[in-house]
């Protein structure tokens, strides 16, 4: 039974915030250095109730797309996850499922892009499953046209990997210098 669509979505706002000001939900962001026709920043979520959090902030790391694109089983391009985050495509199983798998090929995160390719606004609540399994390593879900436009660019350049920096401090950074995915609405 795949677990996933227990998943609710709401639309990108800011930071929601409950009483007395504790977070529900935060955004965390990440640039794409290469391939230069993508270098944006962009926006994910980090899942609910599982998965790790970033400690460290990458300056250049790869994002490897997974092969095949679900990570439900055996990766054909596991030796390239290794160290590096994944990108990987919502459906097939659950979410925990997909981030196990990036866990047990060494990867340090994955980035778990919608499988609606038109969703530019509304994220997912990754949820754990009813398995009970745990995972160590940061989730994050990203909008399906993100994850669609930087495999896209990935497959036009013959390239296997997109370089990024996560996470990002968006604050620091003057709203006229965002480089934002002109896809996107903020």
């Known amino acids: 039974m795949v677990q996933e669509d227990f998943a ?7 930071s929601v915030l409950s009483p007395p000001g504790l977070r529900i939900h935060e955004y965390l962001y990440f640039q794409v250095l290469s391939p230069g026709d993508i270098r944006y ?23 490897v797309p997974a092969d095949p694109p ?13 160290d590096q985050i994944a990108l990987v495509e919502r459906g097939g199983c659950s979410f925990l499922s997909k981030t196990r798998v990036i866990q ?17 606004s509304f994220y997912i609540e990754m949820i754990q499953d009813s398995s009970r399994r745990t995972a160590d390593i940061p989730a994050l879900f990203l909008l399906g046209r993100d994850g ?17 920096s996560i996470p990002v401090n968006v604050t620091s950074i003057p709203t006229y210098e965002m480089m934002q995915p002109p896809w996107t609405f903020w």
């Open 8 to 14: 609710f979505s709401f639309p990108c706002l800011s």
């Open 41 to 63: 920043i962009f926006t994910a979520t980090p899942a609910k109730d599982f998965g790790g959090v970033f400690n460290t902030r990458y300056d250049q790391i790869h994002l």
């Open 70 to 82: 679900e990570a439900c089983g055996e990766l054909n391009n596991g030796v390239f996850i290794q």
């Open 104 to 120: 047990e090929h060494g990867g340090r995160a994955v980035i778990i892009a919608d499988n609606a390719y038109d969703n530019d």
């Open 148 to 164: 669609y436009m930087i495999r896209r660019s990935l497959e036009q350049h013959g390239l296997p990997w997109a370089v990024i």
